[in-house]
């Protein structure tokens, strides 16, 4: 199966910006879409971003809507990693942040079956 290991959170003032990382390893990276998942204190884990493995030559993207036009998902496969660029941040985005994986292309979204241990984002006002 997939490990995956994220990295990059910390503490930043509303508006600032972070970039977090997801190495994988284990298996052959380019088989798994990847997505970024969050989830706040006493709040269900959310969608964040998503981003499939290639069909053909796409790799499909979504985002959530709390997060689009602030938020981007990047995939470079020749370091088995997936990014999240996160800019304009705002307290609501605090949350413990995972990176996910799964096999399958469709829905972006859901259907994430490996999981890292996540990585904390705290925005202050």
């Known amino acids: 199966q997939v490990q995956l290991v994220e990295s990059g959170g910390g503490l930043v003032q509303a508006g600032g910006s972070l970039r977090l990382s997801c190495a994988a390893s284990g298996r052959t990276f380019t088989d798994y879409s990847m997505g970024w998942f969050r989830q706040a204190p006493g709040k269900e884990r959310e969608f964040v971003a998503g981003?499939?493995?290639?069909?053909?030559?796409?790799?499909?993207?979504d985002y959530a809507d709390s997060v689009k036009g602030r938020f981007t998902i990047s995939r470079d496969n020749a370091k088995n990693t997936v990014y999240l660029q996160m800019n304009s941040l705002k307290p609501e985005d605090t949350a413990l942040y995972y990176c996910a994986a799964k096999r399958s292309v469709f829905p972006v979204q859901s259907g994430y079956n490996y999981w890292g241990q996540g990585t904390q984002v705290t925005v202050s006002s």
């Open positions: 981003i499939s493995k290639s069909v053909g030559v796409t790799n499909y993207a």
